[in-house]
Structure formats: structure tokens, C-alpha cells
């Protein structure tokens, strides 16, 4: 599964792991099993470092619709991005502009950073 995600309701974390090429189709069922598991308002761990994403402009605009129709509905969690190459880093900005909702969205190069970040960034349960 190119985008492996560990669900974790007592830390209330969401751990996303990518590799290979990852298509519009698997994000969209990255984020299917996130909001069937109850988990769309935890904190995110997404790590595209291993990852090669094929996604045009227009199936980022898709994915941001999702993102944005999610959000009116569930509330979201902060979300930290790992890339670790200009155009995954390009694209992860892309998203964050395109997205643009009410919660807190960074990127890093780093997995210890973006962890430590997102062990701030997250509601305290």
C-alpha cells in the first residue's frame, strides 16, 4: 500500500507513511479510512519521505476540495508534512496554500522535527 497509515485513538495520532508513486486515488483512500476510523480531527504525521508523488495540478485541486469538504464537516487536526526533495516540498506547499483551513500545517525535511512540532501542536485530550 504505497500510503500506510497508523491509527493510534489513544495518543489521538494519525501516522501516514508513503512509498513509491502516490496517486490522487490513494490519498483519497489514505483520507476514506481516516474518516471511516472516527480520526479526521487528530493530529497528522504524514511522511512523503520515501515517496514519489504523481500528482498534477488539477489532482491537487482535487485533493484540496476533499481536504476543505472534510474540514467543514469534521474538525481537523494539526498535520505535519516530511518531504524530502524540492518538488515534494514544492507540492506539500501547494497543498498547504490550496487547503487553507483553521488548523496548523507544517512542513519539514526532518521526522524528529516534524514529531517534535507536532507533539505542541496537538490539543492536549
Given amino acids: 500500500m504505497p500510503i ?3 491509527i493510534s485513538h489513544p495518543t489521538r ?3 501516514a507513511t508513503a ?3 502516490v496517486t490522487l486515488k490513494q490519498f483519497q483512500e489514505y483520507l476514506d479510512g481516516v474518516v471511516v476510523a472516527g480520526a479526521m480531527a487528530y493530529a497528522k504525521l504524514v511522511d512523503l519521505s520515501s515517496a514519489t508523488l504523481a500528482l498534477r495540478d488539477d489532482d491537487m485541486m482535487i485533493l484540496a476540495a476533499w481536504i476543505r469538504a ?3 464537516t469534521a474538525g481537523m487536526g494539526p498535520e505535519a508534512i ?3 526533495t524540492p518538488e515534494a516540498y514544492t507540492q ?3 497543498y498547504t496554500t ?3 483551513t483553521d488548523r496548523p500545517v507544517q512542513i519539514f525535511q526532518d521526522l524528529a522535527a516534524a514529531r517534535k512540532w507536532l507533539a505542541t501542536a496537538a490539543p492536549k485530550t
Fill in 4 to 6: 500506510a497509515p497508523t
Fill in 13 to 15: 495520532l494519525v501516522t
Fill in 19 to 21: 512509498t513509491g508513486a
Fill in 70 to 72: 472534510y474540514s467543514s
Fill in 82 to 84: 516530511v518531504t524530502s
Fill in 92 to 94: 506539500a506547499r501547494l
Fill in 98 to 100: 490550496l487547503t487553507s
